[in-house]
């Protein structure tokens, strides 16, 4: 079957590299990560990658494009590829943020992006307040009540969690602050890492913060919806880290 053809950041037409190429991009990534290539470092030629992973040298071009597009490398002509520094990497790439977070044996990873995003949500959930009408105070409610009837269910409490805080995001009519947020949290819920442990009563703390959340932003007050939101996201990842992780040996 011919693969669809698939358009690049400059809007040329590419066909997609194949499952194969997929692998040898997952295996790429994580050396970065990892830190088996360092920033600086200049990635084995083509001909060398494609003999360690027994694929076509065209394979490998493709790869190092993905990689490139993804901000972990440089391709000059005449000077090969090289890693560049963690700053560069496009980290709301899927592949990219998933592998970090798999990595992060520090949770330093998880500590800026609980830390980004409590000051994203907190700036949607002032913006809610600025703007909330009786439709958008009802949908919190309502959300907040769909956590309260799934107290007992670990996973459905947890989805229910999620809805609300989208309920939050898309009342504030920020577009950007929502798609990155959806971007961390997506990629973030998945993580054994991130939901850590629950100390006791954690989901009847979780729906105090979340009611002060809705009470903020019921009543038009901006800053105190800022101060619940930042306090409730930075407080529940404090609660839930895995005190095994955060001194390494």
């Given at each position: ?113 609980s830390?980004v ?8 959930a ?12 009802t ?18 409490f ?7 805080h ?25 993580s054994?890492r ?56």
């Amino acid at each position: 079957m011919t693969m669809p053809a698939e358009r690049d950041a400059s809007g040329r037409t590419r066909t997609p590299i194949d499952r194969i190429g997929v692998t040898v991009l997952n295996e790429l990534v994580q050396s970065i990560v990892t830190g088996e290539f360092t920033p600086g470092d200049a990635l084995p030629p083509e001909s060398v990658i494609s003999v360690q992973f027994g694929v076509s040298r065209t394979v490998i071009r493709e790869t190092m494009k993905r990689l490139q597009e993804k901000g972990m490398v440089t391709v000059a002509q005449g000077r090969g590829t090289h890693v560049t520094p963690s700053t560069s990497w496009n980290v709301l790439d899927p592949l990219v943020l998933s592998t970090m977070i798999r990595n992060d044996s520090t949770l330093g990873v998880l500590d800026d992006l609980s830390v980004v995003r409590g000051a994203l949500e907190a700036a949607m959930a002032a913006a809610a307040a600025k703007s909330v009408d009786d439709e958008g105070r009802t949908r919190l409610r309502e959300s907040l009540e769909a956590m309260a009837e799934r107290v007992e269910d670990s996973a459905a409490f947890r989805e229910a969690d999620v809805r609300f805080h989208l309920a939050v995001m898309e009342l504030s009519e920020n577009g950007l602050a929502e798609n990155i947020s959806r971007v961390l949290i997506a990629h973030a819920v998945g993580s054994d890492r991130f939901t850590g442990q629950d100390p006791a009563h954690a989901f009847e703390l979780t729906l105090a913060e979340h009611e002060k959340i809705v009470e903020a932003i019921s009543a038009g007050d901006p800053e105190a919806a800022r101060v619940a939101m930042s306090e409730h996201i930075l407080g529940s990842w404090e609660r839930r880290r895995l005190p095994s992780e955060r001194h390494p040996d």
